[in-house]
């Protein structure tokens, strides 16, 4: 069973737009990660964010973490054509790398 | 540079045919995951390894699936036999018990007629 629900399930915005990606989950978490997933490709990872943290940056990136809400966001700013992709978040409960990701969120960016 | 390398990329089989997966984790990660993602499930984990032994393989049907690591270099998924729900993309992901991130391999895309 998925523990992440991710929003939306899709989006489709111009190239130099921001993007936002919302992750709801339902249970404690040690931390939560982000993955991008071009087609017909394994999934790559692009950032973790450990449960006592709130935001992070890693180039076009940020990421925050709101843990009474049991929620996360992903924007990546300055949107390209390359950044046509699904998004998976993935929470991790207790540090042990068991991985529940969530749907996906499938971002088109038209140029 | 260091990659997980998966084999074969694309395996068409019949129904009842035994399947065999290959994954070559990068050298040096102890932690190797299965996950098959398919587009009503999602990614799903199968199982996982530490130092080649198996940690969780709650995930997997233990009627059918079996899942390995004969060395350091090799993990393997087996399914046998195989039926038309087994069709997915099955992925291997390895990665470090201390840096939480996992590297995906391209994945095996499996059809069962």
């Known amino acids: 069973s998925q523990q992440g629900e991710e929003d939306p399930q899709a989006l489709s915005i111009q190239e130099g737009e921001n993007a936002t990606m919302n992750c709801s989950y339902k249970?404690?978490?040690?931390?939560l990660q982000w993955y991008r997933q071009n087609s017909g490709r394994g999934l790559v990872h692009l950032i973790l964010?450990?449960?006592?943290?709130r935001e992070k940056h890693s180039g076009r990136l940020r990421v925050t973490l709101d843990t009474s809400k049991k929620s996360s966001s992903l924007l990546i700013t300055a949107s390209r054509a390359a950044d046509t992709a699904s998004y998976f978040c993935?929470?991790?409960?207790?540090?042990?790398?068991?991985?529940?990701f969530g749907q996906g969120t499938r971002l088109t960016i038209n140029p | 540079d260091a990659r997980v390398t998966q084999t074969p990329r694309h395996k068409v089989t019949e129904m009842g045919q035994e399947v065999t997966m290959r994954c070559q984790p990068i050298l040096g990660h102890n932690t190797v995951f299965w996950y098959r993602q398919t587009m009503m499930q999602g990614l799903e984990l199968l199982a996982y390894?530490?130092?080649?032994?198996?940690?969780?393989d709650s995930g997997m049907p233990k009627d059918r699936f079996s899942a390995e690591m004969p060395d350091a270099t090799l993990a393997t998924l087996k399914i046998q036999p195989s039926e038309p729900r087994d069709s997915a993309v099955y992925f291997c992901?390895?990665?470090?018990?201390?840096?939480?991130?996992?590297?995906f391999g391209p994945g095996t895309r499996l059809t069962v007629t």
């Open positions: 249970t404690s978490i040690n931390n």
């Open positions: 992901a390895s990665g470090l018990p201390e840096a939480y991130e996992q590297y």
């Open positions: 993935a929470t991790d409960a207790w540090g042990a790398q068991k991985l529940v």
């Open positions: 964010i450990r449960s006592n943290e």
């Open positions: 390894f530490r130092n080649r032994a198996p940690l969780d």
